[in-house]
């Protein structure tokens, strides 16, 4: 089988309140994922679980503490990150940020075809740019000259997609691509992503909250729960019948962004939270109603469930 992105025991440990604090939190513990070629791959949860921590490391924003990440077959070596970040491309949050409101939002397109050579003319930058911005169902007239106060932030998004499909990756790593967009838009964008994969044979990592979205543009998912993979399979399997008590908890309440607990430079994680992180057996374990003696004490194992992966005890010998 393809895989474009192999992403392998990977950890990101934090050191937590000051410099000479001992406390550190496994914000991603030892997960292991893949995305195929022309697959949309969803990574969800609640705020604080570690997906954007893991985004950010595969962009090469962020060093792992361990692990690997194989891209396009070739193994990441520690400070050799200039081909790693080739042919993938990110989409942010909020499209607001992602563009300076003083400078017209043509230039981020002219300046990117220039900074990878991708033009020899004015004319051409102009008709590549026009094909892109297509491909997002806009054009170059709809953008030349205007400036990011001129946009609505569901254009906005758009437009950060176009941008991103100049260099014509493999992969767009999309954090919560659609949670400050309108309700009424966020359908639309993600449908893009659908486009973009059919037509143009890009993968996606969908970062989000938003399961319905996840459910309906996603082929595959992995539900995260502070640092670790609990459950990952086809979105079908995994939302139409949640084995993990977590993700039949997150079916049942859906939960919505919420950017005011984001984390935001300081570290103030609430005490369930930190709690969790630190908790020794199944983080899940002071949530869950069907916790047992060992899941308190003993991380629990991963095991297949029907070609679903789910990290449980409900699932493993003597306890299935
Ligand atoms: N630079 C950092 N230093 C210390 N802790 C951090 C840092 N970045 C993230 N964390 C912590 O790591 C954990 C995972 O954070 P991360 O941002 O990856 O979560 P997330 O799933 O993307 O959350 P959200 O849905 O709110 O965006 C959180 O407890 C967070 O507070
Ligand atoms: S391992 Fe135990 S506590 Fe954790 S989700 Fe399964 S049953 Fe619940
Ligand atoms: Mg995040």
Request: hydrophobic letters at 40%; charged letters at 25%.
């Amino acid at each position: 089988m393809d895989k474009l992105l192999e992403v392998e025991n990977l950890t990101k440990v934090f050191a937590l309140g000051s410099v000479l604090s001992k406390l550190r939190i496994t914000a991603v513990d030892n997960i292991s994922f893949f995305i195929k070629p022309a697959e949309i791959f969803a990574l969800a949860g609640e705020s604080g679980c570690g997906k954007s921590t893991t985004a950010r490391i595969i962009l090469g924003f962020e060093h792992a503490t361990a692990g690997t990440i194989t891209h396009s077959g070739k193994k990441e070596a520690k400070n050799e990150r200039v081909w790693f970040t080739e042919g993938i491309q990110a989409i942010f949050q909020d499209p607001f940020g992602t563009f300076n409101p003083l400078r017209p939002v043509e230039r981020y397109f002219f300046e990117t075809l220039r900074n990878y050579k991708l033009a020899s003319s004015p004319a051409e930058a102009v008709r590549r740019i026009d094909a892109k911005l297509h491909a997002v169902g806009l054009s170059y007239e709809d953008l030349a000259g205007k400036y990011p106060s001129e946009f609505s932030g569901g254009q906005l998004q758009r437009i950060s997609i176009a941008r991103a499909l100049l260099t014509d990756p493999q992969l767009i790593v999309a954090d919560e691509p659609v949670s400050m967009v309108d309700a009424s838009l966020r359908m639309s964008i993600v449908n893009l992503f659908k486009t973009l994969r059919d037509e143009l044979g890009v993968s996606v990592l969908y970062i989000t909250h938003d399961l319905a979205t996840a459910y309906y543009v996603c082929d595959r998912i992995a539900i995260m729960f502070r640092g670790d993979i609990v459950e990952m399979g086809t979105v079908e399997e995994v939302l139409m019948n949640p084995r993990h008590p977590y993700t039949q908890l997150l079916r049942a309440s859906i939960p919505e962004a919420d950017t005011a607990h984001r984390w935001q430079g300081e570290i103030r994680l609430a005490d369930t939270e930190q709690d969790e992180y630190l908790r020794q057996g199944c983080r899940f374990a002071g949530r869950c109603p069907h916790a047992m003696e060992i899941c308190r004490s003993t991380p629990p194992p991963t095991v297949q469930v029907e070609g679903v992966q789910v990290r449980c005890y409900l699932y493993s010998e003597p306890f299935s």
